[in-house]
């Protein structure tokens, strides 16, 4: 029997955990003798026949994989449309995974990446090629269906609640004199979960830390919120305020609206968190201070939750062994079957039930107000950012992250250009 | 024999271990039975008559300190003018002083508190009144004079140099189809020595990130930026700019130029993070990120540097020890007697001598370019950033960072208005 192969990429924006799934997928193959590619640059690395041999690395480079941030085969926002509209590219993508004898198809990524895969698996069927396709779930905004909560979300969210938390003892020692107001700005285009993450930092008592989050999911009213700024600050001496980049006017506006598109067709966001301090400023005439950590929330595998590192690991262990019992067109998801001990388990859910939807906080976890959340929201919320799960650090004071060789695969195939 | 006292400020910015050096005060002293007042919110406690007794904490909570950022009594931006025009406001600080029967003086802070608590310590003289003055060094701004370096530094540039790593991995990750340039704006209003420790991130070869840093002390000239990032972009395929919130152009104009002024007279920065990715995107036409940890960087407690914790912890032991030794008008600094390995000592320095002077980088610290650190300023920051001083972590997956409960002393003295 001649080695089998399986091909895995990564999609769409990184976590400080997704190389942890990598490094399990590759492990766990390699305990099966499965060989495993990893398309450069996600799925334009695969239509471009632009492989890496993982078999050149070491398996010490493999583990410290599961300690590194980023993502170490290069990621991509490139979405396949539909079988009509992107046919020469699913059939090209057919003839890269015949040229190379791939059998699995394992690609780690978010609502669009669940959806690709499934069309993958689809064509691969109609063209009679024999392919399993396997999602593994990764996103920092924990908007993925199905799944209890996605792997890279607890992570980002423990750097949240800690950061919050930090930040605010800072402005607590400082508002007699300094900045009264806070604003602290984190990711989520469409679902408040990052938001509601920073509610974490303190026990959900008024006079705690943060004072007011504002939602995507609750329309931005100016005067309210201004009054509640003013409230807090009459009473706590400060107020600190989480807003998640998506925040929307009662139109639908967002209220930083940047102007331009991803590639995906989503807006650009940022910005926000500057507006919002502007507006306390201007109005309220308080001194102001923001902070937007963009990128250093999805990477910050330093302050990563152990709870999402096993997660992690976790879906990547399942998601090969799926695709060798020959379960098509599944991904891996957790199940929560307790909240406190938290207990969670992986099942396998079809990919088309998890592809394209969004899931948005229930209206239960945000406080009647819609400035914070709510005790069942912190419940939830809770176990996903318990434990650490620190890198090694080196003499130099920095954590040893691992840069991996990622010798190419020699092409089969002419050069094709994916426009 | 009457128990003696000692009253400690903290004063400006805070920091991740002000409070480190606030324990090792309270701990040394109370190994001494000397009892430790703490003015609320810095100076203007000690003017206010508004003073902590932190004899009813107990001494787990005053060992928790050592690991939680912030400033547990309270800090200040207000500046004590000279003698003459702030006659009135010292004279009342001896009042207080006497009325509770301080022996001993401990300003924790920057520049302007060495001047503050050498004004004290002449104004005593001049009334008769028996005041030791011992000033405690802390800020991240790094800008002190005579000491090697200050503490609070080392964490703030060990959390600079960690998160500049961990977005420039997932930068490099994403570049192929998302951002190309991504901007990470440090403190720094004069001195770029934080700016220069997110030059740690790199291991100093050309493709390392970050690529580019822009120092208060270069002037910043637009066309070069722009062409030094194509060729950055053209080479590496993508670009990590650090850049000092205090970035000047050739007229001396801060390239963000926020207006305001604080209360100590310097111009209020911020911004020229998102402004620099705005020309790079408007110029260039590249997809931009930027970042803006604000507070985050100086109050990142959970990413301390093992030698700044134990600076933070040694000189406040010895402002203590130089206290009860008489020793007047004094500041502990940090003395540096080896690079690699690192050797350093505590030493007595003359109040005098750090009052109001200003360290920037020197020269041979930028390279050439003007765009990245050299060798030499490798070696001195190196170990500043090394070790790992966590704090310990509760079953809720934060720190757990103690709140004081901040006892009031009863009031002696008439109300004073500070103004």
Wanted: aromatic residues 8%; positive net charge; hydrophobic residues 45%.
């Amino acid at each position: 029997m001649s080695a089998q192969t399986l091909l895995y990429a990564q999609s769409g924006g990184v976590t400080a955990v997704i190389n942890a799934s990598a490094s399990a997928v590759i492990q766990t193959a390699r305990a099966h003798k499965v060989k495993v590619l990893a398309a450069r640059n996600g799925i334009l690395g695969a239509l471009g026949e632009d492989l890496i041999d993982t078999s050149k690395e070491p398996i010490s480079a493999i583990r410290a994989l599961a300690h590194t941030p980023g993502g170490a085969f290069g990621s991509c926002r490139f979405k396949l449309k539909s079988l009509e509209a992107d046919r020469a590219h699913y059939q090209r993508l057919i003839e890269v995974l015949a040229a190379h004898k791939v059998r699995y198809f394992l690609y780690n990524g978010g609502n669009d990446s669940a959806d690709t895969a499934a069309k993958v698996s689809r064509i691969a069927k109609e063209f009679g090629y024999p392919l399993i396709c396997v999602g593994v779930p990764k996103t920092v905004d924990n908007d993925l269906a199905v799944t209890d909560c996605c792997p890279g979300f607890g992570s980002a969210a423990k750097y949240t609640a800690v950061s919050v938390l930090e930040a605010s003892l800072d402005v607590a020692a400082m508002a007699e004199t300094s900045t009264k107001v806070f604003v602290y700005e984190v990711m989520g285009r469409h679902a408040g979960w990052l938001a509601a993450a920073g509610g974490l930092a303190g026990d959900g008592s008024a006079s705690a830390p943060p004072h007011i989050i504002l939602f995507p999911e609750v329309a931005y009213d100016e005067a309210r919120f201004l009054t509640q700024v003013k409230a807090v600050v009459a009473k706590v001496g400060y107020c600190v305020v989480v807003v998640s980049e998506g925040l929307r006017d009662g139109s639908g506006r967002f209220v930083a609206e940047a102007g331009g598109k991803d590639a995906f067709g989503h807006s650009q966001l940022g910005g926000v968190g500057p507006a919002l301090a502007a507006t306390v400023k201007d109005k309220l005439g308080m001194k102001v201070h923001w902070a937007v950590p963009d990128y250093l929330q999805r990477s910050a595998r330093h302050l990563a939750s152990a709870t999402d590192h096993a997660q992690a690991l976790a879906v990547g262990k399942a998601a090969v062994e799926y695709a060798l019992a020959g379960r098509n067109a599944v991904m891996p998801v957790i199940v929560r079957s307790n909240d406190a001990p938290y207990r969670w388990k992986i099942e396998a859910a079809p990919l088309d039930k998890v592809a394209n939807h969004e899931k948005t906080m229930p209206k239960s976890f945000i406080r009647k107000d819609g400035f914070g959340i709510t005790a069942a929201c912190r419940r939830y919320l809770q176990p996903l950012i318990a434990g650490e799960a620190p890198p090694p650090y080196g003499k130099d004071g920095l954590p040893t992250y691992v840069r991996l060789k990622n010798v190419a695969v020699a092409k089969k195939l002419p050069p094709y250009a994916v426009k």
